[in-house]
């Protein structure tokens, strides 16, 4: 009973190197799948020694496939791979070009190098509709705010990862698009009705499905349209798994929740609680990201509800079986090589680079520009951006260590640069708007701005006193909405090198920007 319940869970691990507690897993309950975060990451040929390792300690266990090791790298503010590998460019980007050939080519590109490192399965892509201005924890990791081109992105991206050989993921089911809160903090809801939901939310996961989905994640979220028990949130909603996703968008391929350790399950009915209840909805795989306790528990309560018969043991088989299933189209043994465990070259070849330049030039989003750019390589700039920070959970601190100065800088030597605070104080601002006062053109970086927000109130001084600002959004494209009078406008959609690389030169008339806005912004 241990490796049949075993076999539905995905687990985390700590460290760079396998650990006593998942060699346990591994070995007594045949844990099905491993997820690997940024604290696993090290370098190319570490990551590939991690999962070596991994798959060493699974044949030794007799697993009759390879384990399943699985990632969030969907690119752009998600990624998880770092230094050696590609930086490829996320969802919205990808929807600012315009061209679904660019998610193919990512998507290929990104299968390619995750397969080189050993892991064969990506938690991607997104399909959520960013159609909320206010999401804090989508956003930019959507295609845009259409459900036709989620859908048409989705497909491609699918079908690019699948043919490296990779397993995809459709996620948050069934959307979690038009949300104002983060479920890895509270449980949120969307009460749109049925019709509404099948236009828009549904439609990129059933197109998606059709075309041949390997996996579907769930979300977090309430639906009261689908779900009539209160608060019931879809991971544990039969209404949702069994009798939507299975029954009537007919979805045979494994299904796996989000992680069972955020708060919207943490805090409510709780992990091991929680693993028997999104067993019962229809899931197959119950993800528990960090704890050894937690994740022990959840088996011994879904064998303690097998026993009392709470669970049908039918239910087991039947994930079991499409598992296997999963596992037997992707997965062979001859394709791991334990004794030569070198670094393929295309991991962060110039090839891929090559790629994702280009994807950033044709995403790069000039907005607006009132005749200033580009700009002259001989006038006084100061360059103002804010700390780089991590804005939810999912993200990774991996992703924040480039800045908007540097990149300004490797095409502006002479510029000022400072760094801000992403609380700024009065004093600070007043002090920042007089120095100002020196320079022809003042380039300003934002992450996410809010009415409340001290930065808001920076930038609307710097624009009283300066006819020369511009505004680079380096994660959300809606800011504009705030200071609707900046002469030039751009966005990144993201804070990673190549993407502030390009905006940066194309301040100057080094690069090209050829981006369109994916969503609206309303003034």
């Known amino acids: 009973m241990n490796n049949t319940v075993g076999q539905l869970l995905v687990v985390g691990l700590e460290g760079k190197q396998i650990t006593p507690e998942v060699k346990e897993l591994i070995n007594t309950y045949h844990v099905g799948g491993i997820i690997l975060f940024s604290r696993n990451i090290g370098t190319p040929a570490e990551v590939l020694k991690l999962t070596t390792d991994l798959q060493k300690e699974a044949k030794k266990a007799s697993y009759r496939y390879p384990l399943l090791i699985c990632v969030d790298q969907e690119n752009g503010i998600v990624r998880r791979l770092g230094e050696g590998t590609t930086i490829f460019p996320g969802a919205m980007a990808l929807g600012a070009t315009e061209d679904i050939n660019n998610a193919y080519n990512i998507g290929f590109a990104t299968g390619k190098e995750l397969l080189s490192l050993g892991i064969n399965w990506n938690l991607a892509p997104v399909l959520d509709v960013n159609n909320n201005p206010e999401n804090p924890v989508i956003g930019v990791r959507s295609f845009g705010e259409s459900a036709e081109k989620v859908a048409q992105f989705g497909r491609k991206t699918v079908k690019g990862m699948q043919e490296a050989g990779v397993i995809t993921t459709l996620k948050h089911f069934p959307g979690h698009g038009d949300t104002n809160m983060d479920s890895h903090l509270d449980l949120p809801i969307i009460s749109h009705d049925l019709q509404r939901l099948e236009e828009v939310e549904l439609k990129p996961f059933k197109e998606c499905i059709e075309a041949g989905a390997d996996t579907v994640m769930t979300a977090h979220i309430y639906f009261p349209a689908i779900e009539s028990k209160e608060g019931l949130p879809a991971t544990l909603s039969k209404k949702v798994i ?33 693993a028997v209840a999104a067993v019962k909805a229809g899931a197959d795989f119950v993800m528990i990201s960090h704890t050894f306790e937690r994740q022990k528990g959840a088996i011994k309560e879904i064998i303690k509800a097998i026993d009392s018969d709470e669970i049908d043991i039918n239910y087991i088989l039947e994930a079991n079986e499409r598992i296997e299933n999963l596992k037997r189209k992707y997965l062979d043994w001859d394709k791991i090589n334990f004794d030569d465990i070198r670094v393929p070259a295309n991991v962060g070849s110039n090839e891929h680079k090559g790629i994702a330049t280009e994807v950033y030039q044709n995403s790069t989003t000039i907005v607006k520009n009132s005749g200033l750019l580009p700009l002259d390589t001989n006038s006084k700039v100061l360059v103002i951006f804010p700390e780089s920070s991590v804005m ?77 600002v511009i505004v680079v959004a380096m994660r959300s494209p809606y800011a504009l909405a705030y200071f609707p009078g900046v002469p030039v406008y751009i966005s990144t959609y993201e804070f990673t090198p190549p993407a502030l690389k390009i905006a940066a030169g194309a301040i100057f008339g080094k690069k090209e920007a050829n981006g369109k806005l994916p969503i609206t912004i309303q003034n």
Do not use: W
């Not at 800088?409 to 104080?425: G, T, Y």
């Not at 996410?448 to 624009?463: D, R, W």
């Open 242 to 274: 069994t009798d939507l996703l299975r029954k009537k968008l007919l979805f045979n391929g494994v299904v796996t929740t989000d992680c069972m350790e955020m708060d919207a399950i943490s805090k409510t009915i709780g992990t091991e609680k929680g």
């Open 392 to 468: 939810v959970r999912i993200e990774d601190e991996s992703s924040t260590k480039f800045n908007l100065g540097e990149a300004i800088l490797q095409f502006h030597p002479f510029a000022a640069v400072e760094q801000i605070d992403n609380m700024i104080s009065t004093d600070k601002i007043n002090e920042i708007a007089s120095k100002a006062k020196q320079y022809d053109s003042i380039i300003i970086g934002t992450l996410n701005i809010s009415a409340e927000s001290s930065q808001l109130k920076l930038i609307k001084k710097l624009m009283g006193i300066n006819d020369s």
